[in-house]
């Protein structure tokens, strides 16, 4: 808080400032534009920034110290300085075989956490040799249809020495229950199995369409796999909260971070129902956000969300251990903004916005390849992504102090617009019913939907400038080098999954998924049961079956 003859003397002088020295410069050369925003013009740009534009700005409540309340600098008391970000590189090749040696190549050059990219057939709970499957098999990630292919996946990784984040949702219980059942068969201790499942059906309703059940029966399997987890492997982040899509859907850094905490706050309220303490499965949820190009607004962005996860946590649910006010994310770069058009800009992109989320106070960061708008990265795409996490860790000084932006005149007014913002769309959410009812109208799609329109808008009339895009164009050679998957390796796939239904226990099979219908039925919690059945080899798409035939399937607007 400033004391209010201080800032009347600097209101006073910026007057000065602005009739004798700005306005002789103005008037001969004026500026850039008429008028300046945030990168998703959420707010507008000032000129300048004076402590008047943070007068009402209280250090202990509203920044405050790392690892305490309302933990707007982070929410570890030495953040980088301690330990530094998981860096977590996105993989998952065609094969199960080759995502293996993707995952080794990356250990053996420095990677310290394992991401996982599943093809669209496994994602939505088909196998590979299902009709909705053909031509997609291993396109956009790995096809994984049994612990088979999980076993080879994690061959020679021992699980007690790495965290894996898989990005799967829809059959995120099935996909927990394989990296399970390879941590037993590894002898693993369940309670040292460390990463996360994003397992987020929400946001799939808002931007990605990858669904499979309706929305009642889809937070059951989300508070089932809460409690099991609370009690089987502890280490585990039950669900990553994920405005990434929804920013690479369109939205704004507010539109972000509110529909994101909104629907946090969905799976808390839909966990407490199901009669769970809110203090024993809070601890286990992670955020996954998303890094776009301008720096200000994304270290700005993050340090707001943590602020208001905080509050929201104790203010709606009654919180109380610290770990279930604490905000932890992971951060990706932003697909979005990569062009096909000289793919090399893309590596500056990349660049900056790991900049951001490292200001911003990420938990882990996943650097895109610079080809990542045309295939899967290549091998020296991933290198190259991987040492520019290294390069900011070890050479740019970047993590060498706690939110080194906190006190700026601009971050912090920017840091307090957003969470107003923000907050205010939080707001219109409740007064349409909470999240679900929100989606269920299309109402937080549209929001997003306009934002992406007027963005479009923009670059096409060139008013917002893409290097490379709409400017400094050049003619260049068409040819990259990508990776691809080709029919006879999808073929080989099929091959398999036939194979291992002629090879298993048949009769164990159907006992698991007898056994799997009648918990699905009743009350009892699925997740002991979709892991018996992946050890005795049923597939993902004869699991995910069962689930549709008791669950039914989604269907917009119904």
Same mark, same amino acid.
């Given at each position: 808080?400033f ?34 925003? *945030?990168? *998703?013009?959420?707010?507008d ?7 008047d534009?943070?007068?009402?700005? +209280? $250090?202990?409540?509203?920044v ?22 998981t ?17 080794? $190549? ?11 990219a ?65 941590? +037993? ?35 059951r ?13 502890? %280490? ?16 704004t850094?507010a ?9 946090g ?11 769970? +303490? ?7 949820? %992670? ?6 190009? =301008? ?72 650097? =895109? ?43 912090? %007014? ?21 999240m ?8 937080v799609q ?82 002991? $049961? ?6 005795? $080899? ?21």
């Amino acid at each position: 808080m400033f004391d209010p003859d201080d800032l009347e003397a600097i209101r006073e002088g910026k007057r000065e400032w602005e009739e004798e020295t700005l306005s002789p410069t103005l008037d001969r050369f004026g500026e850039r534009e008429e008028e300046f925003t *945030t990168d *998703t013009g959420g707010q507008d740009v000032k000129r300048l920034y004076t402590p008047d534009d943070v007068g009402d700005l +209280d $250090y202990e409540d509203d920044v405050g110290f790392p690892g305490e309340e309302p933990y707007t600098r982070g929410v570890y008391p030495t953040m980088h300085r301690g330990r530094l970000w998981t860096m977590r590189q996105y993989a998952g090749m065609g094969t199960a075989a080759e995502t293996n040696e993707r995952f080794q $190549y990356l250990i053996d050059q420095g990677s310290s956490g394992l991401s996982m990219a599943f093809d669209l057939p496994t994602q939505m709970g088909y196998d590979s040799d299902a009709d909705m499957a053909a031509g997609e098999v291993g396109k956009s990630g790995v096809a994984i249809d049994s612990l088979e292919d999980f076993e080879r996946v994690f061959d020679d990784i021992p699980l007690d020495e790495v965290s894996t984040s898989m990005t799967i949702n829809a059959p995120a219980a099935v996909l927990l229950a394989m990296y399970i059942a390879v941590g +037993d068969r590894q002898g693993v201790d369940r309670e040292e199995l460390r990463g996360t499942i994003q397992n987020d059906i929400m946001k799939e309703y808002i931007a990605r369409n990858l669904y499979i059940y309706p929305p009642e029966p889809s937070m059951r399997l989300i508070t089932d796999i809460f409690a099991f987890c609370a009690e089987e492997v502890p %280490s585990f982040n039950t669900i990553s909260i994920s405005g990434y899509h929804i920013r690479e859907a369109g939205s704004t850094a507010a539109q972000e971070i509110a529909f994101t905490l909104g629907d946090g706050i969905e799976y808390v309220q839909a966990a407490v129902d199901a009669g769970l +303490d809110v203090d024993e499965f809070a601890p286990q949820l %992670s955020f996954f956000f998303n890094a776009h190009n =301008n720096i200000f607004e994304e270290v700005a962005k993050f340090r707001a969300a943590r602020r208001m996860w905080a509050e929201i946590m104790e203010e709606r649910f009654g919180a109380e251990n610290p770990k279930s006010k604490q905000l932890k994310f992971h951060t990706q770069t932003a697909g979005s903004t990569l062009t096909a058009q000289q793919i090399e800009n893309n590596v500056v992109r990349v660049g900056y916005q790991a900049l951001a989320a490292v200001l911003g106070g990420t938990q882990s960061l996943h650097t =895109n390849g610079k080809d990542e708008a045309l295939s899967l990265p290549t091998e020296q795409s991933v290198r190259t992504a991987l040492r520019t996490q290294q390069i900011l860790a070890h050479e740019s000084g970047a993590a060498d102090t706690i939110d080194p932006l906190a006190g700026s005149y601009y971050v912090e %007014s920017l840091t307090d617009g957003i969470e107003e913002e923000a907050f205010e769309i939080l707001e219109e959410v409740d007064r349409r019913g909470g999240m679900l009812d929100a989606v269920k109208s299309q109402w937080v799609q549209r929001q997003i939907q306009d934002t992406a329109f007027e963005r479009q808008r923009e670059i096409e009339e060139g008013e917002r400038i893409i290097v490379g895009v709409n400017e400094y164009e050049v003619e260049e050679d068409a040819h990259v080098d990508l990776e691809d998957v080709s029919e006879e390796e999808e073929q080989a796939q099929i091959d398999r999954v036939q194979a291992l239904r002629e090879d298993r226990d048949s009769e164990a099979v159907e006992d698991a998924l007898a056994a799997l219908r009648d918990a699905c039925r009743g009350d009892a919690n699925v997740m002991p $049961y979709i892991v018996d059945a992946v050890k005795a $080899y049923a597939t993902v798409g004869e699991i995910s079956d069962v689930m549709r035939e008791e669950f039914g399937e989604y269907k917009p607007g119904q």
